[in-house]
């Protein structure tokens, strides 16, 4: 199974920061690398889809990149709603594999 | 407007079974896998298993293989996952969810399965 290291696994920042939630992928998964927000008592909530690429509706100040095997989620000057828990997600083979979660929350 | 209904909250006796249904309204179930994804408390996400509605074809993750069999009725648009032999470990919010092509993302409000005696 491809194995999905997430870091950090807790997040402490303040409004208007720029933080960076990392996935590193054990095997090559070439771009299909999803992002999900997840809120409280929600359904998770795609946020990046195809490594960078941005989902329908998702503000400007998330973006996705990738470095080899190392895959990042961005967020440009927090605002308080970006409070949650982020997951990545290996969609490239069976079983689909997540990254353990990062709790962002104010620091 | 694409919507995935869960079932309501489950109560189960340790060594029975419960199923769970998620109903699709807004998009043919035949055109895109679904997906079921569990949560235990205050833990992470967690792959359980895929079916093709089209034709049933399944696939599961390995600790799943035994616990979860997936279903599907395209007559109704409604997916199931049957969970056998409950342990209190099954303790956990279970999601279905519609992943396709580049953004294609669509997911139940997930159900909570209790296992208690």
């Known amino acids: 199974d491809i194995q999905m290291t997430q870091s950090p696994s807790s997040l402490p920042a303040s409004l208007g920061d720029r933080v960076t939630i990392t996935c590193r992928a054990s095997?090559?998964?070439?771009?299909?690398l999803r992002w999900f927000q997840q809120k409280p008592g929600k359904s998770p909530r795609l946020m990046i889809y195809g490594a960078t690429n941005l989902a329908a509706g998702v503000p400007s100040r998330f973006s996705g990149s990738r470095s080899g095997s190392d895959y990042s989620l961005t967020i440009n000057s927090l605002e308080s709603e970006d409070m949650a828990i982020y997951y990545c997600l290996q969609h490239n083979e069976y079983p689909l594999t997540f990254g353990s979660g990062t709790k962002l929350e104010i620091k | 407007e694409v919507q995935l209904q869960q079932s309501g909250a489950e109560l189960g006796k340790p060594g029975t079974s419960v199923k769970l249904s998620c109903k699709v309204s807004?998009?043919?179930?035949?055109?895109?896998?679904m997906h079921w994804v569990n949560q235990r408390p205050g833990k992470g996400l967690e792959w359980i298993g895929r079916i093709d509605p089209a034709n049933g074809n399944t696939i599961y993750a390995e600790k799943f293989k035994s616990k979860a069999t997936l279903t599907a009725d395209t007559s109704s648009n409604t997916a199931y996952m049957q969970l056998s032999q409950l342990k209190s470990d099954d303790t956990a919010i279970y999601f279905c969810?519609?992943?396709?092509?580049?953004?294609?993302?669509?997911w139940g409000q997930g159900v909570m399965v209790t296992v208690s005696s």
């Open positions: 969810a519609m992943m396709g092509y580049g953004y294609f993302d669509y």
């Open positions: 807004g998009y043919n179930i035949r055109n895109t896998y």
């Open positions: 095997q090559d998964i070439g771009n299909y």
